[in-house]
């Protein structure tokens, strides 16, 4: 990695050709009015996607609102905010999936310097409530499914709308909610243009747009408090380092509850006046998710690589799947959230795709650093520091980032926001990490270090990152062996692999046997845990056993976070009997939904 640093810095100067939300979509409207802005199946939106002569028709199944229409229909939602006595700085709640009435919501709530709050909606029905307590909401915009129609009303705002695509609820509930329906079928007016545009134009980059909740992997989830500006500032990096075309179109399934889908990708289409259609596979369907990217040819896309490594599988059995991803209007693509394993890597410089990986945190907005566009990616690095932000190595190893990006805090927690930040200002981001000149690798989560019996420290997600990137067939590593003298590993597989009926010769890995089930995998996988082993040069660092579970992981189990990263907690309590034989040596006693791993 070449010789360690303490710091690293980018210099260059931010342009600061949009301050606030509502400036940069203002203008994009003027710029872009005929253009697409949004894409999706429903015929809600429906205003079709314009031909280049002007002529409309329906893309596919999809259909389009321009840029035209949404800057109509966010003074709507503006001019009723106003209505409801939801004034500059008061706080909004939001519980949908990713939709085109949640979509101009949002923004009307940003555009006009109110604040939003995402939440999942996957959180237990306890802990929304507890949350929307929290917040102080002045109001609450949420789909009416049967599990938020449990909402005790104690906790709600008086101001609550219903999603349209859920209408028949909020008639059953007049008392209770209001139709967003009503609010769209209102006449738009130059009077409500003028409003929006006065409103836009009293807000200021340090007022906060956005309080965005963690995943909450251990406690109560924190509030990250994000400015107009912090969110801003990230896209002039991306605007300065990518210099991208105008009028992009992008295919999105990544939830906007999280910081990589609703700050970074979307803000990134909406800064480049490029257009996003909603992919309703939601990351779980990839068979649909590859119809939809066929139909949207989307320009670039965002993904973690959990999914890249469920469309190689299905990209390498089959050639028309290859030729519809790989089309030649896609530019790059990005991951986050963890590295892309080197075989599925390979595939993407096989086909000279760029594959940009970045690193950050929601309390950074979400991105401090990138990688570069070459095909030579470097393993375990994710890039150099984006324009404006400074890294440094404290003396723990922990991670910590300076800039523009960074939160103002933790919303009602001053004692939380204390203990992130040091004495010049920067903000401690919880992983450890080493810096040198070709840039950051990250090798932990600073809660996940363990100490072994001979007083040695591990860093677990660097082995585990090593597991899945050897063998596409595994999608989750958990590695431990806390005060042991050696270290173990729980193995989830990558069960739509097994699916494909066939692999693409051009794209096929000539290194792997491509076992057909878990029975055969175990055979398989000793030679390449062995070879982990081997070409790790930490003598302690060794996978002695290990276990395959016949499971996959599950969002709604809170095994795994939003973002699709482990909760460790969960994962020891839940796999406890695993674990236990593990270290008892007592594998024969477990069931037969598993098979053990022992190397030599």
């Given at each position: 990695m070449g010789e360690l640093l303490k710091e690293l810095k980018n210099e260059a100067p931010l342009e600061t050709l949009f301050s606030t939300i509502g400036a940069m979509l203002w203008n994009n409207a003027k710029d872009f009015a005929p253009n697409p802005v949004f894409g999706e199946k429903s015929p809600i939106a429906a205003v079709p996607l314009p031909q280049n002569k002007g002529a409309p028709h329906h893309t596919h199944q999809y259909h389009y609102v321009t840029w035209g229409q949404f800057i109509q229909d966010l003074a709507k939602v503006v001019g009723f905010l106003r209505e409801q006595n939801i004034l500059l700085g008061d706080r909004v709640g939001v519980i949908a999936g990713n939709h085109y009435q949640r979509f101009v919501t949002e923004m009307a709530i940003l555009a006009s310097g109110r604040v939003c709050v995402p939440l999942f909606a996957g959180y237990g029905l306890e802990l929304l409530e507890q949350l929307i307590s929290f917040s102080d909401l002045k109001g609450l915009f949420l789909d009416g499914t049967p599990k938020l129609q449990s909402l005790s009303p104690k906790y709600l705002p008086a101001t609550r709308i219903v999603f349209d695509h859920h209408e028949s609820y909020a008639a059953k509930n007049k008392n209770k909610?209001?139709?967003?329906?009503?609010?769209?079928?209102?006449?738009?007016?130059?009077?409500?243009?003028?409003?929006?545009?006065?409103?836009i134009s009293g807000v200021t980059g340090k007022m906060t747009a956005f309080i965005m909740y963690t995943s909450g992997t251990s406690n109560f989830p924190k509030g990250v408090m994000l400015t107009q500006s912090n969110i801003m500032s990230q896209q002039m990096a991306l605007l300065k380092l990518w210099q991208p075309e105008k009028g992009m179109k992008f295919l999105s399934y990544l939830p906007w509850h999280h910081s990589f889908g609703g700050l970074f990708e979307r803000f990134f289409a909406l800064t480049t006046g490029g257009s996003i259609a909603v992919d309703d596979s939601l990351g779980k369907d990839t068979e649909l998710l590859l119809k939809n990217f066929a139909a949207v040819k989307p320009h670039v896309f965002f993904s973690v690589p959990k999914i890249y490594q469920e469309i190689v599988s299905q990209v390498m059995g089959s050639s028309e799947v290859e030729h519809d991803f790989f089309h030649p209007g896609l530019k790059f693509v990005f991951t986050a959230a963890a590295s892309l394993p080197l075989?599925?890597?390979?595939?993407?410089?096989?086909?000279?795709?760029?594959?940009?990986?970045?690193?950050?945190?929601?309390?950074?907005?979400?991105?401090?650093?990138l990688t570069d566009f070459s095909l030579e990616r470097k393993q375990g690095l994710v890039g150099k520091p984006i324009p404006g932000v400074s890294l440094k190595i404290a003396e723990d190893g922990e991670i910590?980032?300076?800039?523009?990006?960074?939160?103002?805090?933790?919303?009602?927690?001053?004692?939380?926001?204390?203990?992130?930040?040091?004495?010049?200002?920067?903000?401690?981001?919880g992983d450890i990490g080493e810096i040198s000149a070709e840039g950051l690798k990250i090798l932990s989560r600073k809660d996940r270090v363990f100490k072994m019996s001979n007083g040695e420290k591990v860093y677990p997600s660097t082995i585990e990152e090593a597991l899945c990137k050897k063998c596409k067939l595994i999608k989750y590593a958990?590695?431990?062996?806390?005060?042991?003298?050696?270290?173990?590993?729980?193995?989830?597989?990558?069960?739509?692999?097994?699916?494909?009926?066939?692999?693409?010769?051009?794209?096929?890995?000539?290194?792997?046997?491509?076992?057909?089930?878990?029975?055969?995998?175990?055979?398989?996988?000793?030679?390449?845990?062995?070879?982990?082993?081997?070409?790790?040069?930490?003598?302690?660092?060794?996978?002695?056993?290990?276990?395959?579970?016949?499971?996959?992981?599950?969002?709604?189990?809170?095994?795994?976070?939003?973002?699709?990263?482990?909760?460790?907690?969960?994962?020891?309590?839940?796999?406890?009997?695993?674990?236990?034989?593990?270290?008892?040596?007592?594998?024969?006693?477990?069931?037969?939904?598993?098979w053990l791993i022992s190397v030599d």
């Open positions: 909610y209001f139709p967003f329906t009503a609010i769209l079928a209102s006449p738009g007016s130059k009077e409500k243009l003028d409003l929006l545009d006065k409103q075989n599925i890597s390979h595939v993407f410089k096989n086909k000279n795709m760029p594959v940009i990986e970045g690193w950050g945190l929601t309390e950074t907005s979400p991105c401090c650093t910590l980032v300076k800039g523009p990006n960074v939160m103002t805090g933790y919303f009602k927690n001053e004692a939380a926001t204390a203990k992130v930040f040091d004495s010049e200002g920067y903000f401690k981001t958990f590695v431990f062996g806390q005060s042991e003298s050696q270290l173990y590993a729980l193995l989830f597989p990558n069960f739509e692999f097994f699916s494909a009926k066939e692999i693409s010769v051009s794209l096929a890995d000539p290194g792997c046997a491509y076992p057909k089930n878990l029975e055969l995998l175990c055979g398989c996988l000793k030679g390449c845990v062995t070879t982990i082993n081997q070409q790790n040069p930490v003598r302690y660092e060794k996978i002695k056993k290990a276990l395959i579970i016949n499971r996959e992981l599950s969002l709604d189990d809170h095994e795994i976070t939003p973002s699709f990263k482990l909760v460790p907690r969960t994962i020891e309590e839940r796999y406890k009997k695993y674990i236990s034989a593990l270290l008892e040596g007592r594998e024969q006693e477990l069931s037969n939904d598993c």
